[in-house]
């Protein structure tokens, strides 16, 4: 009697295990980071706002030109080396029949990949994402400088202005973090239909309406600027930071420098 009892034992041992296995795998599918090229964000942030600034002038001047198309051109080139290519654009030449002339395939294809991440990550098309300030503010590109004397870094822009100056969501997305932090005060976290987490700091008030897991549109008012957390003594400012699927906080400053023209015009 002893003998069947033991391999029914084993056998249920090895059901169970499978099953175990089966939801680590499935688990694993779930929760997997979506993939992110290494090539993506490096090029974005590269970008000066002023030479995005130019190409948007430029591409309001002739519509029929993609704003992509000139930026993945103007970023690649110098100005004189840039203008046989944009003319062939403005004569209505299509993207993909332009002649390249002696330029290598090699730098070819970092265009022709330039242009693929443009077309992708909509950071500057307009009115893609929203300036996250309503009101009179100022800011500087100041990521990456010391904090609190070497110990760590600046990981995104602080936007001054008044207190109680109005502050939205810069994208569509779903409230993940909401309150109180040590550093940042009083703070919203909205994870964006992109994939990203947008950062909110330091606010004086957050909108009553918020709640964790709910929905906002871009524009949507999150609640106002103030001096809460670790800026307690500094002035009112927003910090507004960036964080990609792949957990590293990037700079937002040429993205919101940018927003803030499109919401100029
Ligand atoms: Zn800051």
């Known amino acids: 009697m002893k003998k069947p009892e033991k391999s029914k034992m084993k056998r249920l041992i ?52 993609a704003l992509e198309e000139l930026l993945a051109i103007r970023s690649t080139f110098s100005e004189r080396e840039a203008q046989p290519f944009i003319e062939q654009l403005k004569n209505k030449v ?3 029949k332009v ?16 242009l693929e991440i443009l077309n ?20 500087d590109n100041t990521f990456g400088a010391d904090r ?32 109180w932090n040590r550093l940042g005060g ?9 994939g990203n987490y947008y950062y909110y700091a330091h606010l004086q008030s957050i909108s009553t309406e918020l709640v964790k897991g709910k929905r906002v549109k871009a524009g949507e008012s999150l609640g106002t600027m103030g001096h809460t957390g670790d800026a307690l003594t500094t002035p009112d400012h927003l910090h507004f930071g960036i964080e990609i699927p792949n957990e590293q906080w990037i700079n937002p400053y040429p993205f919101i420098e940018v927003w803030r023209y499109w919401g100029e015009m």
């Open 14 to 65: 090895v059901q169970f295990g499978f099953l175990i296995l089966l939801a680590i795998i499935a688990w694993q599918g779930l929760h997997r980071t979506p993939t992110l090229q290494s090539d993506v964000y490096p090029y974005l942030t590269s970008l000066s706002p002023a030479l995005v600034k130019q190409c948007i002038d430029e591409h309001k001047i002739s519509p029929t030109i």
């Open 94 to 96: 299509t993207f993909t």
């Open 99 to 114: 002649n390249w002339g002696s330029v290598t395939n090699n730098t070819q294809e970092i265009i022709n990949r330039r």
């Open 120 to 139: 992708q990550y909509p950071f500057y098309q307009p009115y893609k994402y929203q300036f996250p300030v309503i009101g009179k503010t100022w800011f």
């Open 148 to 179: 609190e004397g070497g110990k760590r870094r600046h990981e995104g822009t602080d936007l001054f202005g008044k207190e109680g100056t109005p502050i939205v969501s810069v994208c569509d997305g779903k409230i993940e973090q909401l309150g």
């Open 186 to 194: 009083e703070r919203v976290g909205i994870r964006g239909d992109d």
